[in-house]
Each structure stands twice: as structure tokens, then as C-alpha cells.
């Protein structure tokens, strides 16, 4: 009789602890089948775009265009052609490029800059036509379409910058002052010539030049573009900066002004490709 009364007590004790430790063993079982998933979502997110085939092309794309640099601007030099059909050929090649990006694009972002990428091809590819026509460079139109051209050119380097970019709190406040300040500059180095000069064309230069500077900007001071993407920012970075330093007088004389034009050209052709192999394997990882 004791031994009935006695026994259901004990199984009361001993059954909710064996249901805890149950519980704890399936927990620490199912853990890394989790952390597993995890990690196997995060890989799947972030697909791998220097592949071996992508390293070699975009190797030989490097190498094969600043070797043709160097043989198109011996051929410039003897007259064999004249130099803005060479640049011409480039920025065509750019153009193909963006429309590849805005064909493979599958954020809103990217095809937006690819579409004002395709806009700058089509103002760079007039104002060399402009060049081959023998067009006064002192025309009004001159600088209407280098202001056009470079603001196109910022509008797809904002738009791409924050494609796939973790936007931090830096981010925020570069896009609430860079422009802002941008415009404060424009209007203060157009007061500070003298009034003789100033004329709506040299504001149309300077706004050209304030362009260019901002997109050098967008990249190269926004520590998340160089975590995310590290190559376009350096890429679509440094042409701007290559541009404004033949811009200066007298820096460089007509070679080598020539030779780095066709650089800063390829550095865009590159970084774009790079782009267009990004949102390919993106599209491909989902």
C-alpha cells in the first residue's frame, strides 16, 4: 500500500525532468541545421561574380585595350585617322554595355543608371561627332552638351553607387550636403570671376566641372561602395579623375592627352562590364 502511494510521486519528478532534457537534446540537435540555413540563404544572396571565365575576359578586355591605346595614338599621331573616330569607337562600345545592363538589370537602381549610362554615350558620341565637323570648341553648344553629357554621367553614378549598397548612415548625409554644397560651389566660383566673364557658358563650364567632382564623390567617399562594390567604384572613380586632370593647361600635351582619354574611356567600358557580370550572376542566384 505504501508503495502505491509512494510510486506516482516519484514518476511526477522524474518525467518533467526527462521532458526538459528532451527538449534541450532537440534544440542543441537542431541548431546548426539552422546556422546551416543560414549560412546556405546568405551564400545564395550574395553570388560569386569573379569567376575564373570573368577574371580572364575582364584580364584580356584590360589588357588588349591600353595595348590598342598605345597603337591607335601612333596612328593618330602619323594622321592615319582622325582621334574622335577612335573615341567614338569607344563610347559606342559603352553604349552596347549599358544596354546589356539595363537588359540584365533586376533592381530598379540599376537600370536607371544604366539608362542614363546610355544617355552620357549618346552626348559624348555627339560632341565627338561635333569634333569630326570641325565645330568651334568656343560654341555655345559645346558647353550646353559638356554639362549635359557630365550631369548624365553623375545620374548613372548616384543610381548605380546605390544599387545593392548597404546605405548607411554616412550615405544619408553624403546625398543631403553633396549636392547641396555642389550648388553652393557653382554659385560661388561663377560670383568670384570677374564680371567681364561672366557669361550663362562659363557657368555651363563650371557646372561641368562641379559634375565631374561629384562623381569622383559618389564613389570614392562612401566607405559602403568600396565594401560592396569595390571595382566599379574604383573604375568609374578614376575616369572623372583622369578627365579633370587633362582638363588643366598645359598638364599634358596632345598624346598623351589623346592616350589617356581612350584610359578614362576604358576604365568606364570596364566598370561597366563589371556591372553587367553582377547583375547577370544576381539574376542567375535567384
Not at 27 to 46: G, L, V, Y
Not at 88 to 99: I, N, Q, S, V
Not at 188 to 209: D, F, G, S
Request: include cysteine; charged fraction near 10%; glycine fraction near 4%.
Amino acid at each position: 500500500m505504501a508503495e502505491s502511494v509512494t510510486r506516482p510521486e516519484h514518476d511526477r519528478e522524474e518525467h518533467p525532468r526527462a521532458a526538459v532534457q528532451a527538449a534541450v537534446a532537440e534544440k542543441n540537435f537542431q541548431a546548426p541545421a539552422a546556422s546551416t540555413d543560414r549560412h546556405i540563404s546568405t551564400s545564395a544572396a550574395a553570388p560569386i561574380i569573379w569567376t575564373p571565365r570573368f577574371i580572364v575576359t575582364f584580364f584580356l578586355v584590360s589588357v588588349t585595350g591600353l595595348s590598342l591605346g598605345s597603337i591607335l595614338t601612333q596612328g593618330w599621331l602619323n594622321g592615319y585617322y582622325a582621334g574622335s573616330w577612335v573615341l567614338l569607337a569607344y563610347t559606342t562600345l559603352a553604349f552596347g554595355g549599358w544596354l546589356a545592363v539595363a537588359f540584365a538589370a533586376r533592381t530598379l537602381w540599376a537600370r536607371i543608371g544604366a539608362i542614363f549610362g546610355c544617355i552620357w554615350s549618346i552626348f559624348q558620341a555627339i560632341s565627338f561627332l561635333m569634333n569630326l565637323l570641325a565645330v568651334n570648341p568656343q560654341a555655345h553648344i559645346i558647353a550646353h552638351l559638356n554639362a549635359a553629357t557630365n550631369i548624365a554621367l553623375l545620374g548613372c553614378y548616384v543610381s548605380l553607387s546605390i544599387n545593392r549598397t548597404t546605405f548607411r548612415r554616412w550615405d544619408g548625409w553624403f546625398f543631403r550636403l553633396a549636392f547641396v554644397l555642389g550648388a553652393i560651389a557653382i554659385a560661388l566660383i561663377y560670383l568670384l570671376m570677374p564680371a567681364a566673364i561672366r557669361t550663362p557658358h562659363l557657368l555651363e563650364t563650371i557646372t561641368a566641372a562641379v559634375a565631374l567632382y561629384l562623381c569622383i564623390f559618389v564613389w570614392w567617399l562612401r566607405p559602403s561602395c568600396w565594401r560592396a562594390q569595390p571595382s566599379p567604384a574604383f573604375f568609374f572613380g578614376i575616369a572623372p579623375v583622369i578627365l579633370l586632370l587633362l582638363a588643366i593647361p598645359d598638364l599634358a600635351d596632345k598624346e598623351a592627352n589623346f592616350f589617356f582619354t581612350q584610359v578614362a574611356l576604358l576604365c568606364i567600358l570596364l566598370a561597366v562590364i563589371r556591372t553587367f557580370q553582377g547583375e547577370r550572376r544576381h539574376s542567375r542566384a535567384k
